[in-house]
């Protein structure tokens, strides 16, 4: 029950962060960095999804280590989650 109480949560976060990113403040990141602490952890093909646009986009990937850096550890494992594998 918790688990969807978080993804809903996350989903509503996804939204308005997209809806967010169309203003000319930007301020969609910010929902968008929320909704993947919500939504990682709770949603194993969500987790997949950003560790292949990480993959994929090495300009994300870059961002999303240096907002991890600054993060408490709980949050922090959280996007270590998403780390793309290095062969």
Partial sequence: MIRLILRIIGF????????????PIPFG???????????VPTTPSFAKRVRK??????????????VSRRLPFAF???????EPELY
Avoid at 12 to 23: S, V
Avoid at 29 to 39: D, G, Q, T, V
């Fill in 12 to 23: 509503a976060f996804l939204a308005i962060g997209i809806i967010g990113i169309l203003t």
């Fill in 53 to 66: 646009l990480r993959q994929r986009f090495p300009t994300f990937d870059d961002r999303l280590r240096r």
């Fill in 29 to 39: 990141l910010i929902f968008l960095m929320i909704a993947l602490l919500f939504l």
């Fill in 76 to 82: 922090r494992r959280i996007l270590k989650a998403t």
